[in-house]
DNA sequence: ATAGGGTTAG
């Protein structure tokens, strides 16, 4: 753990700048503009060789690569013989800029006595950066069949190659053994750098890597910033810290650019404002405040941080304002709560400004910012903004329009796109292995262009579509995606499984969770240990989820701040108020974690939850910092459950002294009344809720059959089954009321005969959709169902005596937590 | 001559 008031030893740090000085763009145009190609003899020729290939390095390191490509179109108009030497810097041109059919095409027209090893390395580095590994391996074999033996440069592009899941854990790894035995491993750093990377990109195997960094002899910036980048990407955060205090402790390295920028982004996940202030003054001491990337790093790690304010102060003086310095700030306001009007309002003036187009990522904040707004419209126009401009399809954009629809409650909108993407990226997919099994049977693998940049599904694609499936929970679609997962290598692949635990977790299947996570072995991480607690607690499964989260201390995990608003709420669902204090307690003094208002609503709702109602007030009332709305409507429940309505009076104006236009904060109260039978008061609410124009949300069911979702309102009639799920319903009825169920009308929320209560309470939509899972699922099929709203107490108890009555195991999902009903029992006790 | 590290998202 970081201490907070750690002061970083940066100030012994001096700045070492590159010695020579490269040529910029007007001097390298000049040098390319007044060479003289034409020459009369060899001693000549061979001058204006050696100056053309220095011109071309020098081009080639700047990332010039117009400037290059004209010198290349001089020299083969002054039609001289092009040495080995140009022609290799000229297959590295090619490489880089992304145009490998030209240099594929300069190295099969060389002399096979021209080729030399830098050649082969050549070729084979420009295959591998350009998504081609099979090819660079390929080549691989061909140069060791042509007699050449591997130097470090050559190695280190062949590793590259074996950077993708396929050949990761075959040839990446005999190469690394070979590079052991022969003491090749030890030769370079840029050897340890590609193999650093083979084990990251290739299965998130972050140990290996690390091992791997350990061992090597030798060091530089770029290793340490390299090891530093991947332990955050990965999601080790904490990590990346420790090394960069490290690496700031132990040498003499300066942090750079790209060092901070990693470094910044680790500080934004963990929070860690002091720390992040102490790397700006670094920025602005050490003249980095002109690099994009790092003050981008900076505005998004001081929104993280929950500091807004520094956020903007530092957009506002960014000379180099683009898309991504808008998008950075954008997101951060969306991100914290409360901001999202800014967000909105900086998304307007930035089109308004018509300087900066946003991309894909601008979209994908802005649209997060748009989730809890009542007003639907906004959103809307964003969505077909995105239609506009062809991104609707993009993974990150579409998921993050399912996010607001299937937040929002609109699930027939969230699953039309949803089902966008997931058929895009099945096309997508499907293309992908095709081609590689046609490079894998053909003669030639040259030749056409088969693999291009950037189409093929990744660990994010999976992740993506994942989420997407756990949102509207569609567990058919997700087990589609999940055998895709495997089909294409990504199995090890440690995003995708976290995002496979909470997949099923959240669509109801926390068995198939359990072993998903079973089988990532060792290769876990915080929040595949918080996911699968998360997916435990809200199953109701407490001890299981406890026992987990204890293993999890054991063996050195440490626990985040999330992980324990799963055990807090683990134990909040079954009521084990000691266990919730010793774990409340733990986590500021063992942990250093300094709970939020969640944490603090998990409290209030255990102590609520099992009746303390006084002890839950006092708790709100020694809180260090206001309750919010969140607390006070989790205490409202309470006094709810508790029949409690002076404090439920009480929790209400609580709520609408913050949150006046809240429509929930009015339909609690409501209930309240009505449980009591207060129907003056219920007619009251409802009066000014209608005179203020707040809409309470509709509550609905729904329910995955043969991959199409049946959505069911209250009283639905507008399924094409209607009439056949009226009649098992009236079936189920009788039979229930047979075997014990006593209709309980409480929740019957309008002033009528108490025959007339029953029949709406056999409209809830959570019965409809049962009854329609009954007759269209073959028995032994668990039943799941998902409810917006929390599910209805009569539909709890009637849905456990029809689990009796049919033998079935029916999962509800609602906005709270999971229900395994089975043979008349639920997994929650009745406590929720 | 051939080599290695960065940003905003869900």
């Keep these: 753990m970081v201490s907070r008031s750690l002061s970083l030893p940066l100030s012994n740090c001096r700045s070492h700048q590159n010695p020579t000085p490269n040529l910029n763009f007007s001097q390298l145009q000049n040098a390319i503009s007044n060479l003289d190609l034409t020459s009369n003899n060899q001693q000549h020729t061979r001058h204006k060789l050696i100056t053309s290939s220095i011109l071309l390095k020098s081009c080639i390191r700047s990332h010039n690569f117009q400037l290059a490509k004209l010198l290349h179109l001089k020299l083969t108009e002054s039609r001289l013989p092009l040495d080995s030497l140009l022609l290799n810097s000229l297959i590295t041109l090619y490489s880089k800029c992304g145009e490998w059919p030209h240099a594929l095409s300069i190295f099969q027209t060389m002399d096979n006595a021209k080729k030399d090893l830098v050649s082969w390395s050549a070729i084979i580095a420009c295959f591998a950066n350009n998504n081609m590994d099979f090819k660079a391996l390929l080549t691989f074999l061909d140069m060791l069949q042509n007699g050449f033996y591997p130097n470090e440069y050559c190695f280190t592009a062949a590793i590259r190659a074996c950077s993708n899941a396929q050949f990761c854990f075959t040839t990446g790894r005999a190469v690394f053994g070979f590079l052991l035995k022969t003491g090749y491993f030890d030769s370079h750093v840029c050897v340890g750098c590609a193999l650093i990377d083979m084990f990251v990109k290739g299965g998130g195997d972050l140990d290996s890597a690390y091992m791997v960094f350990e061992k090597m002899r030798e060091r530089n910036v770029v290793t340490w910033t390299l090891m530093i980048t991947r332990f955050m990407q990965l999601g080790f955060a904490g990590d990346a810290v420790d090394l960069f205090l490290r690496m700031l402790v132990m040498t003499e390295y300066v942090p750079d650019r790209f060092t901070l920028t990693s470094v910044l982004s680790a500080c934004a996940e963990m929070e860690l404002l002091s720390l992040g202030k102490q790397l700006h003054s670094w920025v602005i001491r050490s003249g980095l405040s002109s690099d994009v990337f790092v003050e981008c790093s900076l505005v998004d790690m001081y929104a993280k941080c929950g500091s807004v304010e520094n956020s903007r102060k530092v957009f506002d003086r960014m000379p180099d304002r683009n898309v991504m310095s808008w998008t950075a700030l954008i997101t951060g306001y969306a991100q914290g709560s409360g901001h999202e009007q800014e967000a909105i309002k900086l998304f307007c003036e930035m089109m308004l400004q018509g300087h900066v187009v946003p991309n894909c990522l601008t979209f994908s904040g802005v649209l997060k910012a748009c989730v809890n707004l009542p007003d639907f419209g906004f959103g809307e126009q964003l969505h077909s903004q995105t239609i506009k401009l062809g991104f609707h399809g993009v993974n990150h954009v579409g998921n993050s329009l ?22 895009k990226n099945l096309i997508l997919i499907d293309t992908v292995a095709e081609e590689n099994t046609e490079i894998l049977n053909s003669e030639e693998a040259f030749g056409h262009e088969i693999e291009h940049n950037g189409t ?10 994942l989420s997407g499936a756990a ?15 495997v089909k294409s290598g990504f199995g090890t692949n440690l995003l995708v499984n976290n995002a496979l635990i909470s997949m099923y977790s959240k669509c109801g299947n926390k068995e198939a969770a359990l072993q998903v996570f079973n089988d990532m072995g060792g290769v876990r991480n915080v929040i595949s240990w918080t996911s699968i607690i998360n997916g435990f607690a809200k199953h109701g499964f407490a001890t299981k989820a406890l026992e987990l989260f204890n293993e999890m201390l054991e063996i050195g995990i440490k626990p985040n701040d999330v992980t324990y608003i799963a055990v807090l709420s683990a134990c909040s669902h079954v009521g084990l108020i000691d266990e919730a204090w010793k774990h409340f307690n733990s986590m500021r003094f063992n942990h250093g974690i300094v709970p939020r208002m969640e944490h603090y609503a998990c409290m209030v709702d255990l102590l609520g939850r099992s009746g303390l109602l006084s002890e839950a007030i006092e708790f709100i009332n020694s809180m260090p910092f206001d309750a919010d709305a969140l607390v006070w409507r989790t205490f409202l429940g309470s006094c709810r459950v508790h029949r409690n309505t002076e404090l439920g009076e009480y929790a209400a104006k609580m709520i609408l002294e913050r949150e006046p236009h809240d429509p929930a904060a009015h339909i609690l109260l409501s209930n309240l009344y009505a449980s009591e039978g207060r129907w003056d008061d219920v007619a009251a609410i409802r009066k000014n809720m209608k005179q203020r124009k707040l809409v309470k949300e509709a509550g609905y069911s729904w329910i995955e059959v043969d991959n199409k979702v049946h959505k069911f309102h209250v009283g639905d009639t507008l399924h094409p089954q209607a009439q056949k799920i009226y009649n098992e319903l009236d079936e189920l009825a009788s039979k229930i009321k047979k075997s014990g169920y006593v209709p309980n009308t409480d929740f019957v929320l309008h002033d009528v005969e108490d025959e007339q209560k029953e029949q709406y309470l056999f409209q809830h939509s959570e019965k409809i959709a049962v009854a329609f899972a009954l007759i269209s699922t073959p028995n032994p099929k668990p039943i799941r169902i998902f409810k917006n709203l929390r599910v209805c107490g009569d539909c709890h108890s009637a849905i456990k005596y029809i689990s009796v009555v049919t ?11 999971f229900h395994h009903i089975k043979d008349g029992k639920c997994s929650c006790n009745d406590y929720w």
């Design 402 to 423: 399912v996010n607001m629809y299937a937040r929002s409650g609109r699930m027939d909108c969230a699953r039309k796109i949803f089902d966008i993407l997931f058929k």
């Design 807 to 817: 033998g079935r195991e029916i999962v509800v999902r609602d906005a709270n937590r």
């Design 471 to 485: 949102c509207i929970g569609t567990i058919g679609k997700g087990e589609q995606v999940h055998a895709r997962v």
């Design 456 to 465: 093929g599904a990744n660990a994010f694609t999976y992740a993506c579509l």
